[in-house]
Each structure stands twice: as structure tokens, then as C-alpha cells.
């Protein structure tokens, strides 16, 4: 297929190595195959090019059309002046148009930076800023926001862009039909090298990106296929941002397309949208977070039967109670698979097959035998077995570091290359996980992240505050919602909880990071050291609104 290419050719500033007896063994056991994802629409098109790979509202492709396509965009990319090692930020909602950007830019050894639609310019702005994007790939108006808008205010303070591709009515930027043109050879592209940036969740000021490979990516994609017993007669709904690690490689789409099964794309995972398409569509698998899923349960009461053909819910990204797990089977009839996983790599899932009792308590066992998952105190010790810990991880699919972060990195990693998850935990006999809570400081608000020093960095530019701290607070539908606590500037007037969310969101912050609740305290409590207590925080923010 592809000429051999230079595996040592990698430019180390990108991203940190695994060590390379390490990565040499996992080329041999045929754990990292080599592929570069970009020639997946090739290699899938010639196993089965009539089936339907992809499904949208308005496009049905079979896996010949995606390929055909997919190498003219990339020689429209290639001519427009995208080379090898670019950085693209791109911004699309569940539509085919982001595969087939996504495997363009691929195809090219371009990196898509995997922006959500919720960001706003204060995340796109540090996406760009942070990879040196040269493009910005996204769409004219989507949900009523115009992301036009959004990147013509950041043109001017991104010196590296060159290009504004925009999906509809482009205005002044670069339409993205007339991008397609006539397709050519390409050079190979190094499957050892960086493929992506995922994104944090975050627990700094800044989000940080996360370099994968070809190589790693497409193992956590093919080894998860594997484990959901993903074949050619899978139809897989995604409803989730498409470009969240969960719906794209758990297996998520990647996976059922690796499969050669179909991929149905849907906007919202409401019943009114989700339910007549997993009846028309015949769909089998689909992933929610848990807020989503305890809608489906509900809309099931009367609604069932739209669910005959659904053989498995995955329900991911923050924790799922055990009494709302014990209701799927019996009320959607479906089997339930929990899965806890993160963008910096490992995937943990129940397998089919686990006794019902381990499904609806743990959080699923790692997916690779070359996982290592280790559960230490905070001297980095291991517990006794079955001890709640600090759970860190390394593997064949788990970064070795954020891009450009060495200072971060030299906390968010040991010395020996284990990725401290700020998720705590404990191991079952059986070796299944249980998330017992979080030493990080960030939010999970129903899976959506929020790094708290993020927020309050936004909320110290207010000039009324002179303190913030934000914290999680217990929420019975979202598991977490955000609280600040807010210390008013002396001598100025109080401002108003709506002038305070206006400031977030004059600041460019995505609208799920602003706090669901506001309280004004005279000072914030400190620990011993002086530190912002948070602990006590959270305590107060646990009682009901007084
Ligand atoms: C997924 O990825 P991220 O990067 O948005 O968030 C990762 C964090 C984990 O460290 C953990 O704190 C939390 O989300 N989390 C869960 C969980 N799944 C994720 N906490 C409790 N129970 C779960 N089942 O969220 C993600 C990536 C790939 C697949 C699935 C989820």
C-alpha cells in the first residue's frame, strides 16, 4: 500500500515518545499496525465498497463515496498549501463533512485539532494559539450561534492562520465545496507520528492538548471494536459531539466504520431525534453520558418499542449510579456497557459477557492486556488491594505527555511514564474499576469538563472581585454541577449572578463552564498552609440553597 517511511523520523518536540524497546514491541505484537488513518476510506472501500458507511441528515455515503471523496478534498487541502505537520483547528457538528475533513487532513499528515461546537473564542482562541493552527475548519450558523463570527474576531490575534474554511456561506473566507478537485497520488504518511490533538478536560488555566498517534489511535479504536463485537451488520448512532473520544474511537464511529458496519450521525440525542432514527436506521449501539441516559429511561416508559433493534448502550464520561444502571436491561432491553475512559488514552469498558452484577457496579476493566493500572496513595505507594487510590496508568495507547507542557507534564506524569488520572479508584478481584471520586480539581458536569482554574482565571477579570474559587456540587440529574464562591472587591457594589455569567460568556467561555450557582461569601476559607480550602468548599456547597 504505502512506501516504507522513516519511523525514527519524528520530531520529539511534538510529543514524548514511548521508549522505544517499548514501542518496538508493540510493532512487533501487532498491538500498533502501521496504519495511518488516513488510508482507512481506501482500505475499507476495497474490503466492501457498496455498503453505507456514513448517514446524516441530508447524505448517505457508501464506503466507495467516502474514499472517492476523501482524495479530492485532499488534493484540494494539499493545493490550497497544507503540508505534512500542520495543525487545523476544526469545528463541526454531527455531520459527514467532518469525516471526510478529518480523513483528508489525515491523508496529508495534517493534524485536526478536535474543537466541540460549545467552545467559544476563549477555547478556540487557545487552540490556535497554543498548535500554531494555520487553518480553521468550521460552519457558517449551527444552533443558532454563527461561528463566523467567532473566528473573524480571532483572525487578527493568530498570526499562524492562513486559511478560514467555512461549511455554507462562507462570506469572506474559503468555501469548502470548492475545495474538492481532482485527486492525485499523495506521499505516505509516518503512522508513528502525531495524528491528532484531543483535548483535556482540564484542571489548569489552560486546556491542554493531546498528541496521538496514528499508531495508538487506531489500536484503542480497533481493539475496542473488538471487545463491543462490532461486524459489518453494526449501525452505530452517534449522538454525542463527534469529535469527543468516546463517540469517535470507543468504538464510537471509528470503530463501527473499522467494522464495516454503518455510522448514523444525529444533532441531538433527544428522544424525539434519537428514537425514530434507531427504529428507521435499525441501529444496534449507541453511546450516552449519564444525564442523557436517564432521559432514555424515562421516554422508554411509552416508547419501547422504538428500541427493538438497540443491542447495547455504552454510558460513559462520568459516573453512572448503580440504580439507573440496574433499569436498562429490564426497561430498554438492551445490555448495559459502563465505560470510563479519557482523551489521554485508557479505555476501560464491562465486557459483554460480565455477569450483570459487575455491569451495573464497576466501571468495566481495562481494554488492552498491556494496560497497566496501578492504585497508589499519595506517595505514589500502592494500596492494599481493594483500598480506594489515586489510579495512574500507562500503555500502548496512553499518551507520555501534553503537547508543549513540560512543567505540566512533570506533574501529570511519574517519572517512570504513568499518567496520574487525577481519577480516584479501587480494583475488584475481578480486576473491574470503581470511580470513587476525583483528586483533580475539575468539574464533571454529565461528562462535560471544567478545569475550575479556567473559570476562575475568567472570573478574577471581573473588577467587582477580589476572590473566586469554583467547585463541583452535587446535582441528582447532572451528578455535578459548578459553584463559585465569589468574594466581592471592598468598596465596590455586588454585582448582580447575571452580570456575572454575562462577564463569562463576554469572555468566550463555552456556556457549560459558566457556574450554576453564585455564593457571596465575606472571605474564603483557607487550609493550614493558606491554600483556598476547597474541601470545605464543596461541604458548603453541598447543603441546599439557603
Ligand atoms: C471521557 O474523556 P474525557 O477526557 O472527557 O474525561 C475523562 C475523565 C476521567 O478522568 C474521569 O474523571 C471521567 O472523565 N470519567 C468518568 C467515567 N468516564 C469518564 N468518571 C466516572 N465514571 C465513568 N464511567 O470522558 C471519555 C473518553 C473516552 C471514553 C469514555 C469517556
Known amino acids: 500500500m504505502n512506501a516504507p517511511v522513516n519511523l ?45 458507511a456514513l448517514v446524516d441528515a441530508n447524505t448517505r455515503w457508501t464506503y466507495a463515496e467516502l474514499a472517492q471523496q476523501v482524495d479530492r478534498l485532499a488534493a484540494g487541502f494539499l493545493q490550497l498549501g497544507l503540508r505534512a505537520g500542520d495543525r487545523v483547528v476544526v469545528q463541526l457538528p454531527n455531520q459527514i463533512a467532518f469525516f471526510t475533513v478529518c480523513f483528508a487532513l489525515w491523508r496529508l499528515g495534517v493534524r485536526p ?39 473573524r474576531d480571532l483572525v487578527p490575534k493568530t498570526k499562524s492562520l492562513r486559511y478560514v474554511i467555512v461549511l455554507g456561506e462562507e462570506q469572506e473566507f474559503i468555501n469548502y465545496d470548492n475545495l474538492f478537485i481532482e485527486a492525485h497520488d499523495l506521499p505516505p504518511v509516518n503512522p508513528a507520528d502525531v495524528a491528532l490533538y484531543q483535548l483535556s478536560g482540564g484542571t489548569t488555566g489552560t486546556p491542554k492538548l493531546i ?32 469529535a469527543h473520544n468516546f463517540p469517535l474511537t470507543s468504538p464510537g464511529t471509528l470503530g463501527t466504520l473499522w467494522a464495516g458496519g454503518r455510522v448514523v450521525l444525529a444533532d441531538s ?53 448503580e440504580a439507573a444502571a440496574r433499569r436498562v436491561r429490564p426497561e430498554l432491553g438492551c ?30 476493566r481495562p481494554l488492552s492486556p498491556e494496560d497497566e493500572v496501578l492504585i497508589v496513595d499519595d506517595e505514589d505507594q500502592p494500596v492494599a488491594a481493594g483500598e480506594v487510590g489515586n489510579l495512574l496508568t500507562r500503555g500502548p495507547y496512553t499518551i507520555r505527555g501534553y503537547f508543549r507542557a513540560p512543567e505540566h507534564n512533570a506533574r501529570a506524569f511519574t517519572p517512570d511514564g504513568f499518567y496520574r488520572t487525577g481519577d480516584r479508584a479501587r480494583l475488584t478481584p475481578s480486576g473491574h474499576i470503581v470511580v470513587e471520586g476525583r483528586s483533580k480539581e475539575q468539574i464533571n458536569r454529565g461528562g462535560e469538563k471544567i478545569a475550575a482554574e479556567e473559570v ?28 463559585a464562591f465569589l468574594v466581592a472587591r471592598e468598596g465596590t457594589a455586588v454585582p448582580t449572578n447575571i452580570a456575572i ?23 474564603l476559607p483557607r487550609t493550614g498552609v493558606g491554600k483556598v480550602d476547597k474541601q470545605a468548599l464543596a461541604q458548603l456547597a453541598a447543603k441546599p440553597n439557603q
Open 335 to 364: 445490555t448495559l456497557q459502563q465505560i470510563f475512559g479519557m482523551a489521554e488514552g485508557l479505555l476501560n469498558y464491562t465486557r459483554l459477557n460480565d455477569p450483570e452484577e459487575l455491569i451495573v457496579t464497576t466501571q468495566g
Open 113 to 151: 485539532v478536535m474543537a466541540l461546537p460549545a467552545h467559544r473564542s476563549a477555547e478556540i482562541g487557545a487552540f490556535l494559539q497554543q498548535s500554531e493552527a494555520v487553518a480553521y475548519i468550521g460552519i457558517d450558523q449551527y444552533n443558532g450561534f454563527d461561528y463566523r463570527n467567532l473566528i
Open 269 to 321: 440525542g433527544s428522544p424525539d431525534v434519537a428514537f425514530p432514527l434507531i427504529a428507521q436506521e435499525g441501529v444496534t449501539i449507541t453511546a450516552l453520558v449519564p444525564p442523557l441516559a436517564m432521559v432514555w429511561l424515562e421516554a422508554a416508559r411509552t416508547r419501547r418499542a422504538e428500541l427493538e433493534s438497540l443491542r447495547l448502550l455504552q454510558v460513559g464520561g462520568a459516573k453512572f449510579s
Open 8 to 52: 525514527k523520523a519524528i520530531n520529539k518536540d511534538e510529543f514524548t515518545p514511548w521508549p522505544e524497546s517499548l514501542a518496538a514491541h508493540y510493532r512487533n505484537a501487532g498491538i500498533w499496525t502501521g496504519i495511518a488513518l488516513g488510508n482507512l476510506p481506501q482500505l475499507l472501500a476495497e474490503r466492501h465498497p457498496e455498503r453505507t
Open 211 to 242: 498528541p496521538r498517534t496514528h499508531d495508538d489511535y487506531l489500536y484503542s479504536v480497533r481493539a475496542s471494536a473488538a471487545v463491543c463485537h462490532l461486524d459489518q451488520n453494526s449501525v452505530y448512532l452517534c449522538v454525542l459531539p463527534q
Open 456 to 483: 476562575e482565571n475568567a472570573l478574577l477579570t471581573h473588577p467587582a472581585l477580589h476572590n473566586a474559587a469554583l467547585v463541583a456540587m452535587p446535582d441528582p440529574y447532572l451528578g455535578e454541577r459548578a459553584c
Open 501 to 523: 455569567r454575562k462577564h463569562l460568556r463576554e469572555q468566550g467561555l463555552a456556556d457549560y463552564k459558566l457556574p450554576d450557582r453564585c455564593v457571596w461569601l465575606p472571605e
